[in-house]
């Protein structure tokens, strides 16, 4: 019998192992940025055509490559970055395999022009599945531009794997934004279907988050800084307030190099211990720069997790400079409205303690309380029975009907109230003088109702006599398709026509004048959370509808909508805190009182 093992073709074995570098078109977007990085650009431009399916483009201002060089940078493992194995220990690149260029081009239709500063002349060379179509001369600017056409061309399984555009999108703004957050000094600019979604100018590192994540991080950043023998530590914290239920916005770099870790998460994490309700993740940009004989670097080149020689060190250092940074910009309980019950106890005493089932009378999917010790027995007791006072001390005759409220909960009572300084409403209830927050009062309330009305078969809305209409970036748009359900489940309509968004109907509350800011202020808010994170999507956009719309510190109540405010608050399951986990508010005994005065 012959012999029947053979040596697999070049352009076979490629494709092989091209499956392991190169997942989707936010794979070819990773390699490219590090390629131009690399090759010391201080200008990327990154260009995409339908979610990276038919084109991602990366043109950067580099060290551009030789004729030779360029058509060498396709063959498997040819690097100029490594040249002996010991290089491995002092890598100061990004890339070192010499696999991606080899590995795109066996899956995809490539073009590159390249010239190098001192040449007159640059060259181009196109590839197809491995295959040489053309190299010649090209007159272009100094540096690279490398064009990935129609992926997976040549592989149809592969491109079938791929997710809808929205998910494909939002890997690939997730690469650009870890490449464009470690690199401030780099000026980055990113076009989907010619369109500009981002243009990112050389600034601070805190001006390069703003510009990514939008200006609403604005006063929630604290600085973080600190110098030691075994790392240097930078970059920024999200205050307290702003943490998530989902993990979104948690970044790690080391040596400019975004990994995951969640050994350093909890060092992170446990900096934050006590400030956070159960259930929440912090936020942070951080920054470690070390020596990278410390690090084991021979990482795989899709994976981003990483190995410290001193993790223990790392742990305390990052951990005691976040706990410091907090303290020294005095985030942290305060003693004022803002301070949440919930701080007083230490997260493992808030674990230890007992915990009931909450009840909830809607849907026991959302629970809204989640994050707070549930009402005790006695406490709903109280607000029962207060709630029952409040009925009783209902006007036998008709009251004017507030002008907040679309649907009043129940007959409006005279209630005897009193707004202070147009921000709080001053009553009292069983026996107790109350200071209530109208803001987060009313926050509460339609929170709770948007809610409710998720299982409604038919959401309470309104169609809108002439709809709303607005214009919407890409950028938007993608994000928009993403939480067109939800929004749907809480009775919004959308029609499209090219960039122009027409809003048909809206929430109860919604009018002409407020509903293009209400869904500005959701999109704003959404952007950052991935699209596969649906799953509390509705909770999200309930939070962000009941915040935006319910009525702020500065308006003045009239005597009727403040009652009938109250008497909504103390119908809610959890009247204690707002959706954003502020304390609603403060109860003064007469004995409390009586001291005081004596
Ligand atoms: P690696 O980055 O691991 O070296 P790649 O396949 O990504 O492997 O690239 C191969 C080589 O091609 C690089 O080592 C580099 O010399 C060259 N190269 C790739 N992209 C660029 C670019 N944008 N500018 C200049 N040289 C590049
Ligand atoms: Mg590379």
């Known amino acids: 019998m012959s012999d029947i093992i053979e040596l697999l073709p070049d352009h076979v074995a490629n494709q092989i192992a091209a499956g392991e570098v190169i997942q989707r078109p936010a794979s070819v977007v990773k390699e490219l940025l590090e390629n131009a990085i690399d090759a010391q650009?201080?200008?990327?431009?990154?260009?995409?055509?339908?979610?990276?399916?038919?084109?991602?483009?990366?043109?950067?201002?580099?060290?551009?490559?030789?004729?030779?060089?360029?058509?060498?940078?396709?063959?498997?493992?040819?690097?100029?970055?490594?040249?002996?194995?010991?290089?491995?220990?002092?890598?100061?690149?990004?890339?070192?395999r010499g696999e991606a260029l080899a590995s795109i081009a066996a899956v995809a239709q490539v073009e590159v022009h390249s010239k190098r500063a001192a040449d007159d002349l640059g060259s181009c060379l196109k590839i197809e599945g491995s295959e040489v179509k053309l190299q010649e001369n090209s007159a272009t600017a100094t540096g690279t531009s490398l064009a990935v056409k129609n992926l997976f061309f040549n592989i149809p399984a592969r491109r079938n794997f791929l997710k809808s555009d929205a998910v494909e999108m939002r890997h690939i703004l997730d690469e650009f934004h870890r490449v464009a957050l470690a690199h401030p000094d780099i000026k980055f600019q990113l076009y989907q279907n010619d369109s500009e979604l981002l243009n990112l100018p050389v600034l601070s590192l805190k001006k390069r988050v703003l510009g990514i994540f939008g200006g609403k991080y604005e006063t929630a950043l604290v600085p973080i800084h600190e110098q030691t023998s075994v790392a240097l530590v930078e970059?920024?914290?999200?205050?307290?307030?702003?943490?998530?239920?989902?993990?979104?916005?948690?970044?790690?770099?080391?040596?400019?190099?975004?990994?995951?870790?969640?050994?350093?998460?909890?060092?992170?994490?446990?900096?934050?211990?006590?400030?956070?309700?159960?259930?929440?993740?912090?936020?942070?940009?951080?920054?470690?720069?070390?020596?990278?004989?410390?690090?084991?670097?021979?990482?795989?080149?899709?994976?981003?997790?990483?190995?410290?020689?001193?993790?223990?060190?790392?742990?305390?250092?990052?951990?005691?400079?976040?706990?410091?940074?907090?303290?020294?910009?005095?985030?942290?309980?305060?003693?004022?409205?803002?301070?949440?019950?919930?701080?007083?106890?230490s997260y493992q005493q808030a674990q230890t303690s007992e915990i009931s089932q909450p009840e909830v009378s809607v849907d026991r999917q959302f629970n809204p309380f989640?994050?707070?010790?549930?009402?005790?027995?006695?406490?709903?007791?109280?607000?029962?029975?207060?709630?029952q006072e409040l009925q009783q001390q209902a006007p036998k005759e008709d009251t004017t009907p507030p002008v907040i409220f679309d649907e009043p909960t129940a007959?409006?009572?005279?209630?005897?109230?009193?707004?202070?300084?147009?921000?709080?409403?001053?009553?009292?209830?069983?026996?107790?003088?109350?200071?209530?927050?109208?803001?987060?009062?009313?926050?509460?309330?339609?929170?709770?109702?948007?809610?409710?009305?998720?299982?409604?078969?038919?959401?309470?809305?309104?169609?809108?006599?002439?709809?709303?209409?607005?214009?919407?970036?890409?950028?938007?748009?993608?994000?928009?398709?993403?939480?067109?359900?939800?929004?749907?489940?809480?009775?919004?309509?959308?029609?499209?026509?090219?960039?122009?968004?027409?809003?048909?109907?809206?929430?109860?509350?919604?009018?002409?004048?407020?509903?293009?800011?209400?869904?500005?202020?959701?999109?704003?808010?959404?952007?950052?959370?991935?699209?596969?994170?649906?799953?509390?999507?509705?909770?999200h956009i309930a939070k962000i509808l009941a915040t935006s719309l319910a009525v702020p510190s500065g308006k003045r109540l009239e005597i009727p909508e403040q009652e009938q405010l109250i008497q909504d608050l103390f119908a809610c399951t959890e009247p204690r805190f707002s959706p954003k986990n502020q304390q609603i508010f403060l109860t003064f005994e007469s004995e409390e009182i009586e001291k005081k005065l004596l």
């Open 41 to 96: 650009a201080d200008h990327i431009q990154l260009l995409i055509r339908d979610a990276g399916r038919s084109l991602v483009h990366v043109i950067d201002n580099g060290l551009g490559m030789s004729s030779t060089d360029l058509r060498l940078a396709f063959e498997r493992h040819a690097t100029s970055k490594i040249k002996k194995a010991e290089d491995l220990f002092s890598l100061q690149t990004k890339g070192f």
């Open 235 to 345: 970059g920024f914290v999200l205050k307290p307030d702003q943490a998530r239920k989902s993990r979104g916005q948690q970044f790690f770099f080391v040596n400019q190099r975004f990994i995951k870790s969640s050994f350093l998460h909890h060092a992170v994490s446990s900096a934050f211990e006590g400030m956070l309700s159960p259930g929440y993740h912090p936020g942070y940009f951080i920054f470690l720069h070390l020596d990278p004989k410390t690090l084991d670097i021979n990482i795989h080149p899709t994976k981003t997790e990483i190995k410290f020689e001193d993790e223990q060190s790392i742990y305390s250092i990052l951990r005691a400079t976040v706990r410091h940074a907090l303290g020294m910009f005095q985030v942290g309980p305060t003693l004022d409205f803002d301070r949440d019950p919930n701080l007083d106890t």
């Open 370 to 387: 989640a994050d707070h010790k549930p009402p005790s027995k006695a406490e709903k007791q109280a607000w029962e029975s207060m709630y």
């Open 411 to 539: 007959s409006v009572s005279t209630l005897s109230c009193f707004q202070w300084q147009q921000k709080y409403m001053i009553t009292q209830l069983g026996g107790q003088l109350y200071v209530i927050h109208q803001g987060r009062a009313h926050q509460r309330v339609l929170y709770e109702q948007f809610l409710k009305q998720l299982n409604r078969s038919e959401p309470a809305s309104q169609t809108l006599l002439f709809p709303v209409q607005m214009p919407l970036n890409v950028q938007d748009k993608i994000l928009l398709e993403s939480l067109q359900a939800d929004l749907e489940g809480m009775g919004f309509q959308f029609s499209w026509e090219a960039d122009q968004l027409s809003i048909l109907a809206a929430p109860h509350l919604c009018t002409a004048e407020n509903i293009i800011p209400v869904v500005r202020e959701i999109l704003e808010r959404s952007q950052s959370e991935a699209a596969e994170e649906s799953f509390s999507m509705s909770d």
